[in-house]
Protein backbone atom coordinates (compact mmCIF):
# COMPACT_ATOMS: atom_id res chain seq x y z
CA UNK A 1 0.00 0.00 0.00
CA UNK A 2 1.07 3.22 -0.75
CA UNK A 3 0.00 5.38 2.34
CA UNK A 4 0.30 9.74 2.11
CA UNK A 5 0.22 11.53 5.72
CA UNK A 6 -2.56 12.91 6.45
CA UNK A 7 -2.24 16.71 5.79
CA UNK A 8 -2.33 18.60 9.22
CA UNK A 9 -3.03 22.12 9.74
CA UNK A 10 -3.12 23.77 13.29
CA UNK A 11 -7.13 25.26 13.00
CA UNK A 12 -8.41 26.54 10.06
CA UNK A 13 -11.48 28.72 8.96
CA UNK A 14 -14.71 27.52 6.93
CA UNK A 15 -13.98 29.29 3.78
CA UNK A 16 -10.43 27.39 3.85
CA UNK A 17 -12.13 23.94 4.62
CA UNK A 18 -14.85 24.37 1.86
CA UNK A 19 -12.07 25.34 -0.25
CA UNK A 20 -9.42 23.06 0.24
CA UNK A 21 -10.55 20.22 1.85
CA UNK A 22 -14.19 19.63 1.82
CA UNK A 23 -14.54 20.70 -2.21
CA UNK A 24 -11.47 18.59 -3.75
CA UNK A 25 -12.91 15.67 -0.99
CA UNK A 26 -9.63 15.24 0.82
CA UNK A 27 -9.02 14.26 4.30
CA UNK A 28 -7.52 16.76 6.68
CA UNK A 29 -5.94 16.43 10.67
CA UNK A 30 -7.17 19.63 12.81
CA UNK A 31 -4.88 19.72 15.43
CA UNK A 32 -6.27 22.88 17.41
CA UNK A 33 -10.14 23.60 17.14
CA UNK A 34 -12.07 22.38 20.30
CA UNK A 35 -9.75 23.90 22.97
CA UNK A 36 -12.63 26.50 23.91
CA UNK A 37 -14.80 23.16 24.51
CA UNK A 38 -15.80 22.08 28.39
CA UNK A 39 -15.35 18.65 26.39
CA UNK A 40 -11.35 19.40 26.01
CA UNK A 41 -10.62 19.93 29.21
CA UNK A 42 -13.14 17.61 31.03
CA UNK A 43 -13.72 14.29 28.73
CA UNK A 44 -11.40 12.03 29.76
CA UNK A 45 -11.98 8.23 31.25
CA UNK A 46 -12.73 8.82 34.22
CA UNK A 47 -15.38 11.67 33.45
CA UNK A 48 -17.18 9.11 31.12
CA UNK A 49 -16.66 6.44 33.82
CA UNK A 50 -18.38 9.01 36.35
CA UNK A 51 -20.86 10.71 34.33
CA UNK A 52 -21.98 7.33 32.47
CA UNK A 53 -20.72 4.72 35.15
CA UNK A 54 -24.07 3.18 35.51
CA UNK A 55 -25.65 2.92 31.65
CA UNK A 56 -24.94 -0.56 30.23
CA UNK A 57 -23.35 -0.24 26.98
CA UNK A 58 -22.66 -2.46 23.45
CA UNK A 59 -19.41 -4.13 23.21
CA UNK A 60 -18.08 -5.35 19.85
CA UNK A 61 -14.78 -7.55 19.54
CA UNK A 62 -13.29 -8.46 16.45
CA UNK A 63 -14.55 -11.84 15.84
CA UNK A 64 -15.88 -12.16 11.63
CA UNK A 65 -19.34 -11.94 10.61
CA UNK A 66 -21.16 -14.88 11.52
CA UNK A 67 -24.85 -15.58 9.26
CA UNK A 68 -26.72 -15.53 12.97
CA UNK A 69 -25.40 -11.65 13.84
CA UNK A 70 -27.79 -9.25 13.71
CA UNK A 71 -26.90 -5.85 11.67
CA UNK A 72 -24.54 -4.04 14.46
CA UNK A 73 -25.77 -6.81 17.30
CA UNK A 74 -23.27 -6.37 19.77
CA UNK A 75 -20.96 -9.32 20.80
CA UNK A 76 -21.49 -8.66 24.49
CA UNK A 77 -22.59 -6.05 27.41
CA UNK A 78 -21.39 -4.04 30.76
CA UNK A 79 -21.80 -1.42 32.68
CA UNK A 80 -19.25 1.67 31.68
CA UNK A 81 -17.49 1.65 34.66
CA UNK A 82 -16.82 -1.91 34.55
CA UNK A 83 -15.76 -1.10 30.72
CA UNK A 84 -13.63 1.94 31.73
CA UNK A 85 -11.65 -0.14 34.57
CA UNK A 86 -11.13 -2.53 32.02
CA UNK A 87 -9.39 -0.38 29.57
CA UNK A 88 -7.21 0.90 31.80
CA UNK A 89 -6.61 -2.17 33.18
CA UNK A 90 -5.19 -4.21 30.64
CA UNK A 91 -5.28 -4.28 26.71
CA UNK A 92 -8.76 -5.45 25.48
CA UNK A 93 -10.31 -5.85 22.06
CA UNK A 94 -14.12 -5.04 22.99
CA UNK A 95 -14.72 -1.41 21.94
CA UNK A 96 -18.40 0.65 21.80
CA UNK A 97 -19.20 2.12 19.18
CA UNK A 98 -22.65 4.08 17.39
CA UNK A 99 -23.07 5.47 21.37
CA UNK A 100 -25.60 7.96 21.07
CA UNK A 101 -24.70 10.83 23.62
CA UNK A 102 -27.66 12.74 22.68
CA UNK A 103 -29.91 10.00 23.69
CA UNK A 104 -27.54 8.39 26.45
CA UNK A 105 -26.33 10.81 29.05
CA UNK A 106 -27.87 14.14 27.25
CA UNK A 107 -25.72 16.56 29.76
CA UNK A 108 -22.80 15.69 27.78
CA UNK A 109 -24.58 18.25 25.56
CA UNK A 110 -23.44 20.94 27.62
CA UNK A 111 -19.69 20.21 26.96
CA UNK A 112 -19.11 20.70 23.35
CA UNK A 113 -20.39 23.10 20.75
CA UNK A 114 -21.66 22.40 17.23
CA UNK A 115 -18.68 23.43 14.75
CA UNK A 116 -19.42 25.43 11.88
CA UNK A 117 -17.74 23.81 8.75
CA UNK A 118 -19.99 25.35 6.53
CA UNK A 119 -21.58 21.97 6.32
CA UNK A 120 -25.16 21.23 8.07
CA UNK A 121 -24.16 18.96 10.51
CA UNK A 122 -27.12 16.18 11.58
CA UNK A 123 -27.56 17.20 14.84
CA UNK A 124 -29.70 14.14 16.19
CA UNK A 125 -26.20 12.09 15.56
CA UNK A 126 -23.45 12.99 17.71
CA UNK A 127 -21.55 9.17 18.23
CA UNK A 128 -18.86 8.34 20.92
CA UNK A 129 -16.54 5.39 19.97
CA UNK A 130 -14.34 3.72 22.85
CA UNK A 131 -11.39 0.70 22.07
CA UNK A 132 -8.58 -0.58 24.36
CA UNK A 133 -5.30 -0.78 23.55
CA UNK A 134 -4.19 -2.46 20.24
CA UNK A 135 -8.36 -2.92 19.60
CA UNK A 136 -9.05 -2.11 16.09
CA UNK A 137 -11.96 -1.61 13.97
CA UNK A 138 -12.02 -3.21 10.76
CA UNK A 139 -11.74 -1.69 7.30
CA UNK A 140 -15.37 -0.44 6.36
CA UNK A 141 -16.91 3.04 4.81
CA UNK A 142 -20.34 4.21 6.57
CA UNK A 143 -23.48 3.06 5.11
CA UNK A 144 -24.79 6.46 4.16
CA UNK A 145 -21.33 7.80 3.06
CA UNK A 146 -21.57 10.55 5.35
CA UNK A 147 -18.75 13.73 5.47
CA UNK A 148 -17.32 12.30 9.08
CA UNK A 149 -15.89 15.15 11.81
CA UNK A 150 -14.17 13.03 14.29
CA UNK A 151 -13.23 14.15 17.69
CA UNK A 152 -10.63 12.53 19.22
CA UNK A 153 -10.12 12.93 23.18
CA UNK A 154 -8.75 10.35 25.16
CA UNK A 155 -5.26 8.55 24.08
CA UNK A 156 -4.03 8.10 20.72
CA UNK A 157 -5.23 6.12 17.70
CA UNK A 158 -3.95 5.34 14.21
CA UNK A 159 -6.10 6.09 11.27
CA UNK A 160 -5.99 4.70 7.59
CA UNK A 161 -7.95 5.46 4.69
CA UNK A 162 -9.06 5.03 1.36
CA UNK A 163 -11.43 6.78 -1.32
CA UNK A 164 -13.88 4.53 -3.13
CA UNK A 165 -11.97 4.66 -5.93
CA UNK A 166 -9.68 2.20 -4.51
CA UNK A 167 -12.02 -0.65 -4.21
CA UNK A 168 -10.87 -2.53 -6.84
CA UNK A 169 -7.44 -3.12 -4.25
CA UNK A 170 -9.48 -3.75 -1.16
CA UNK A 171 -11.29 -6.84 -1.24
CA UNK A 172 -14.47 -5.61 -0.90
CA UNK A 173 -17.23 -8.13 0.66
CA UNK A 174 -19.86 -7.86 -1.90
CA UNK A 175 -23.70 -6.56 -0.44
CA UNK A 176 -21.69 -5.45 2.37
CA UNK A 177 -19.50 -2.06 3.79
CA UNK A 178 -16.27 -3.84 4.74
CA UNK A 179 -12.89 -5.31 3.19
CA UNK A 180 -12.06 -9.00 4.16
CA UNK A 181 -11.48 -9.17 7.54
CA UNK A 182 -8.79 -11.26 8.16
CA UNK A 183 -6.74 -8.74 6.23
CA UNK A 184 -4.15 -6.97 9.01
CA UNK A 185 -3.65 -3.34 7.62
CA UNK A 186 -1.45 -2.27 10.01
CA UNK A 187 0.93 -4.74 8.73
CA UNK A 188 -0.57 -6.63 5.60
CA UNK A 189 0.54 -10.06 3.99
CA UNK A 190 1.45 -9.05 0.14
CA UNK A 191 1.82 -12.79 -0.75
CA UNK A 192 -1.83 -13.36 0.73
CA UNK A 193 -3.41 -9.98 -0.59
CA UNK A 194 -1.21 -8.58 -3.60
CA UNK A 195 -3.75 -6.19 -4.86
CA UNK A 196 -3.23 -4.16 -1.62
CA UNK A 197 0.43 -3.79 -3.03
CA UNK A 198 -1.57 -1.16 -6.08
CA UNK A 199 -3.47 0.85 -3.73
CA UNK A 200 -3.20 4.43 -2.61
CA UNK A 201 -4.50 6.08 0.44
CA UNK A 202 -3.54 8.09 3.82
CA UNK A 203 -2.22 7.45 7.41
CA UNK A 204 -2.22 9.51 10.21
CA UNK A 205 -2.40 9.35 14.17
CA UNK A 206 -5.09 11.40 16.26
CA UNK A 207 -3.70 12.53 19.89
CA UNK A 208 -6.36 14.73 21.92
CA UNK A 209 -8.00 17.74 21.04
CA UNK A 210 -7.47 16.92 17.13
CA UNK A 211 -9.80 16.66 14.63
CA UNK A 212 -9.95 14.18 11.44
CA UNK A 213 -12.21 15.31 8.46
CA UNK A 214 -12.83 12.50 6.32
CA UNK A 215 -14.71 12.90 2.93
CA UNK A 216 -18.10 11.38 1.80
CA UNK A 217 -17.56 7.45 2.05
CA UNK A 218 -14.30 7.12 2.62
CA UNK A 219 -12.99 3.83 4.16
CA UNK A 220 -11.94 3.68 7.01
CA UNK A 221 -9.72 1.35 9.50
CA UNK A 222 -8.40 2.82 13.25
CA UNK A 223 -6.17 1.24 15.76
CA UNK A 224 -6.53 2.32 19.52
CA UNK A 225 -2.79 2.63 20.38
CA UNK A 226 -3.54 3.44 23.63
CA UNK A 227 -7.50 3.04 25.30
CA UNK A 228 -9.30 5.92 24.48
CA UNK A 229 -12.83 7.29 22.81
CA UNK A 230 -13.55 10.00 20.13
CA UNK A 231 -17.06 11.56 19.16
CA UNK A 232 -18.44 11.32 15.41
CA UNK A 233 -20.27 14.20 14.05
CA UNK A 234 -21.75 13.68 10.48
CA UNK A 235 -23.17 15.99 7.35
CA UNK A 236 -25.40 14.38 4.77
CA UNK A 237 -23.42 13.78 1.39
CA UNK A 238 -23.72 16.27 -1.10
CA UNK A 239 -22.56 14.16 -4.22
CA UNK A 240 -25.42 12.82 -5.61
CA UNK A 241 -23.71 9.77 -6.84
CA UNK A 242 -22.77 8.91 -2.85
CA UNK A 243 -26.47 9.80 -1.49
CA UNK A 244 -27.76 7.97 -3.91
CA UNK A 245 -25.32 5.06 -2.95
CA UNK A 246 -26.87 6.04 0.45
CA UNK A 247 -29.91 5.30 -0.25
CA UNK A 248 -29.21 1.73 -1.47
CA UNK A 249 -27.44 1.25 1.63
CA UNK A 250 -29.72 1.58 3.85
CA UNK A 251 -33.05 0.47 2.29
CA UNK A 252 -32.25 -2.09 -0.23
CA UNK A 253 -28.79 -3.61 0.07
CA UNK A 254 -28.57 -4.07 4.04
CA UNK A 255 -32.52 -5.32 4.18
CA UNK A 256 -31.31 -7.88 1.35
CA UNK A 257 -28.03 -8.67 3.14
CA UNK A 258 -30.00 -9.87 6.25
CA UNK A 259 -32.50 -11.91 4.17
CA UNK A 260 -29.91 -13.80 2.55
CA UNK A 261 -28.08 -14.55 5.77
CA UNK A 262 -31.22 -16.16 7.02
CA UNK A 263 -31.60 -18.29 3.78
CA UNK A 264 -28.61 -19.45 3.00
CA UNK A 265 -26.49 -18.93 6.72
CA UNK A 266 -23.13 -19.19 6.94
CA UNK A 267 -23.05 -20.79 3.43
CA UNK A 268 -23.82 -16.64 2.18
CA UNK A 269 -21.21 -15.13 4.45
CA UNK A 270 -18.55 -17.89 3.06
CA UNK A 271 -19.79 -16.98 -0.47
CA UNK A 272 -19.29 -13.46 -0.18
CA UNK A 273 -15.72 -13.65 1.21
CA UNK A 274 -14.49 -16.19 -1.82
CA UNK A 275 -15.81 -13.98 -4.29
CA UNK A 276 -14.20 -10.41 -2.15
CA UNK A 277 -11.09 -12.55 -3.30
CA UNK A 278 -12.25 -13.85 -6.55
CA UNK A 279 -13.72 -10.86 -8.10
CA UNK A 280 -10.66 -8.59 -6.51
CA UNK A 281 -8.04 -10.99 -8.22
CA UNK A 282 -10.22 -11.32 -11.40
CA UNK A 283 -9.99 -7.15 -11.97
CA UNK A 284 -6.50 -7.34 -12.11
CA UNK A 285 -5.36 -10.36 -13.82
CA UNK A 286 -4.43 -11.78 -11.36
CA UNK A 287 -4.29 -15.50 -10.57
CA UNK A 288 -6.51 -17.12 -7.79
Not at 31 to 52: C, G, H, T, V
Not at 263 to 282: F, L, P, V, Y
Amino acid sequence: MELKQIDRVETITKQDFLKNFFKPQKPVIIERFIEDWPAFQKWNLDYMSEIAGEKEVPLYDNRPVDYKDGFNEPHAKMKMSEYIDLLKREPTKFRIFLWNVLKEVPELQNDYRWPDFGLKLMKGLPMLFFGGENSYTFMHYDIDLANIFHFHFHGKKQVILFDQDQNDYLYKIPHSLITREDIDFADPDYEKWPALKKANGFVGNLEHGNVLYMPEGYWHYMRYLTPGFSMSLRAIARNPKNLGKAVYNVFVMRHYDNLMRRMKGQAWIDGKNEKAITRTHSKLGIEH
